[in-house]
């Protein structure tokens, strides 16, 4: 049995527990810390390394985060802190927590864990995860292995950014019911498959939970679609597992090394999406 810590960082929660990387299984329940109000990374920081004292683990730490997460640096900032742009937070949380920490795409690490633990279990070939809530998350996993930093969620139809026009946050915003959401997901959905022939959808994030409103309206010309299974425990699972693979891989548990010129920023036009 291999012990990590994984930690969540979402909207309004910050939340942790020991997962138990070679099943999945949470060994405690989840201590949740409202994030600090601006989720600035100093305040941020702060409350990793409060859940990382209230666990008392040693060892790695995997932590997820809502943007474009490049060796260790923080790229992008959709519904985030500006602040994030750019930032080394790797090293950050290291030294706010004196443990080796490692930050993995929000959506990435609920996309390890479903194809792992969760509703992609046993399934091979191409497995699309997408995390629909504030923003349109996207984990895109090849027999088990992630390409990371997909940010599906920022793909154009026509002249609408899919997050802006089919996340959960857009249903609510223009009080859509849920066979009319369905539609707009549909037509997303369907652009998805044209371009990636996934063998399995999975549908991650705050709806999962209500599949029964949804499922029956999604419709799909070639792959199957299911909703996920870990709901609000798969990026804390994710983060652990990567953190685990992180440790292994590397002595010492260090992340990987940065390309010289150091990972860049995305454009200024992608990264505020
Ligand atoms: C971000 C993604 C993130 C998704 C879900 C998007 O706005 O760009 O990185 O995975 O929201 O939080």
């Known amino acids: 049995m291999s012990v990590i810590l994984g930690i969540d960082i979402g909207g309004s929660g910050i939340k942790g527990a020991p997962v138990d990387t070679t099943t999945g299984r949470l060994l405690k329940e ?33 932590v997820t985060f809502p943007g474009i997460v490049q060796h260790g640096r923080t790229l992008s900032a959709a519904n985030v802190d500006d602040a994030w742009i750019g930032l080394d937070a790797d090293a950050l949380f290291t030294e706010a927590t004196g443990q080796a920490v490692h930050l993995i795409n929000d959506a990435d690490a609920a996309g390890l864990a479903e194809a792992r633990f969760g509703a992609g279990a046993g399934v091979g070939g191409t497995v699309l995860v997408l995390t629909f809530g504030t923003g349109i998350g996207s984990a895109l996993i090849h027999n088990g292995i992630l390409v ?106 260090n992340p990987p090394a940065t390309p010289a010129s150091g990972p860049k920023p995305a454009s200024k036009a992608a990264r505020k999406k």
């Open 30 to 62: 989840r201590h949740r810390i409202p994030t600090p109000d601006g989720a600035h990374p100093d305040a941020v920081g702060g409350v990793v390394a409060e859940l990382a004292r209230h666990f008392g683990l040693g060892g790695p730490i995997g």
């Open 148 to 253: 990371p930093n997909t940010e599906l969620g920022h793909l154009w139809l026509r002249d609408k950014e899919a997050e802006g026009w089919a996340s959960d946050r857009a249903r609510e915003r223009d009080d859509l019911n849920w066979k009319q959401w369905s539609k707009r997901v549909s037509t997303y959905l369907q652009h998805l498959e044209l371009l990636f022939s996934p063998d399995l959808f999975i549908i991650g994030g705050g709806v999962s939970k209500k599949a029964d409103k949804w499922q029956e309206h999604l419709k799909l010309e070639r792959s199957r679609l299911v909703p996920a299974k870990l709901l609000n425990e798969a990026g804390i699972v994710g983060a652990a597992m990567m953190a685990q693979g992180n440790a292994g891989q590397n002595d010492g548990g």
